[in-house]
């Protein structure tokens, strides 16, 4: 059992150490070694460990308030469903006592089979036609069953709720001559300019999103989520998942504007294509897509900000440089939705003097040497 004096679960979560860990575990009836290694992870703790039977297993303990114990178990639902269907995934093991789903006081954890491997580099159009292949069987088995307790992506959700967040930070923050709004809201300065360029991106995404037939989806696929080893492609963390349209689960495993990009989505659509039908007129969406991630990722780096891991990782969060760049990216996120997928090839971007994006612009939670 984890316990923690103020009864408060935020700090007994801040305050969970390897022995913690280990003894949550043995607490389950799984006897561990003492093996008990981080993996990289900011929103949840994850552990790499090993039992004494010599079994190497994944245990996540998840961020309390985050999900409720029905939303957890639609993501351990959808694992075992892939697993059962034979698609290569980190499949949640069950406790001795038959469940996936645990608690160390108000802390709750899981196990998963390890997946050793690494990210994949430099894709070609194999790859990319293997991710097609993969994504498609996948949505396949996600398709069949709805996730009832999991979000929905939707422009509420991910724009406007995140927005509001960040703008009564920036409101407080106004008010209070010592900061009190927080390190990472909006400037006052900026705040406008950055509220109708993220509104105006909430009513486009709206607008794309009108009557598109959803599904389970991971939610988070970019290429930090997957491994590969001997061969054989894993899909790892669902801790995202959702229903929303295909396309969220293509556009962040491809996601530059260079024309080499855009030959390779066909390579992945014509993978995606063996095994499931996809509506070209959805990739409309990615550039929305795109900039729905950026609104959403400067709110959960605010709201994350009292967990020490996240100043120590991002120090240049909330700085006036931090946010003008945000607002940048925001506004050209907006010109190319209008602008239309023909236009931010490499040709355009190359002739502004516009540097290529890479997954560093969208993936911060990779470690450092595997952003590709």
């Known amino acids: 059992m984890i316990a923690d004096s103020t009864n408060d679960p935020t700090t007994a979560y801040l305050g969970l150490t390897p022995d913690r860990i280990l003894a949550a575990i043995e607490a389950t009836g799984l006897p561990c070694t003492p093996l008990c290694d981080p993996l990289n992870s900011f929103e949840n703790r994850v552990y790499d460990l ?7 297993l994944v245990a996540k ?30 499949a949640v093991r069950p406790f001795p006592d038959g469940t996936t789903l645990q608690h160390a006081g108000a802390i709750a954890f899981a196990l998963f089979e390890r ?17 097609g292949m993969l994504v498609g069987r996948l949505h396949n088995v996600a398709a069949a069953r709805p996730a009832p307790h999991r979000l929905r992506l939707d422009a509420a959700t991910f724009v406007r709720a995140p927005l509001d967040f960040l ?21 006052a300065t900026l705040a406008p300019r950055y509220a109708r360029a993220a509104r105006e991106l909430a009513d486009l995404l709206d607008e794309r999103l009108a009557g598109l ?8 696929l970019h290429s930090g989520n997957l491994v590969l080893r001997d061969g054989v492609l894993h ?13 969220q689960d293509l556009w962040l495993l491809l996601p530059g504007r260079d024309a080499t ?30 900039g729905m991630r950026y609104v959403h990722y400067s709110a959960w780096l605010a709201r994350r900000w009292h967990d020490p891991i996240f100043p120590a990782t991002w120090p240049h969060f909330g700085t006036p440089e931090y946010w003008r760049g945000c607002l940048d990216d925001l506004e ?24 290529e994006l890479t997954n560093a612009d969208f993936f911060w939670d990779l470690p450092e040497g595997a952003v590709q």
């Open 50 to 56: 090993q039992l004494r039977d010599g079994t190497r």
């Open 167 to 187: 703008l009564a930070g920036e409101a407080g923050a106004s008010r209070n001559a010592s900061g009190g709004g927080g390190r990472g809201h909006l400037p």
């Open 235 to 247: 899909v790892l963390d669902f801790d995202d998942l959702m229903t929303g349209p295909a396309v």
């Open 115 to 131: 997946k050793g491997g690494r990210a994949p580099e430099d894709v070609d159009d194999a790859l990319a036609t293997r991710l």
């Open 213 to 220: 037939p959803t599904h389970r989806l991971h939610g988070d």
């Open 261 to 290: 990009t855009l030959h390779q989505r066909e390579q992945f659509l014509a993978g995606y294509e063996q095994f499931r039908a996809f509506d070209r007129t959805t990739l409309a969406l990615i550039e929305p897509l795109r």
């Open 61 to 90: 303990f998840y961020r309390p308030g985050r999900w409720s114990d029905a939303q957890i178990r639609d993501e351990h639902d959808l694992l075992r469903e892939l697993d059962e269907a034979e698609v290569p995934v980190g």
């Open 332 to 355: 050209d996120v907006l010109d190319c939705a209008h602008a239309g997928p023909q236009a931010v090839a490499a040709p355009v971007a190359a002739a502004d003097g516009q540097r």
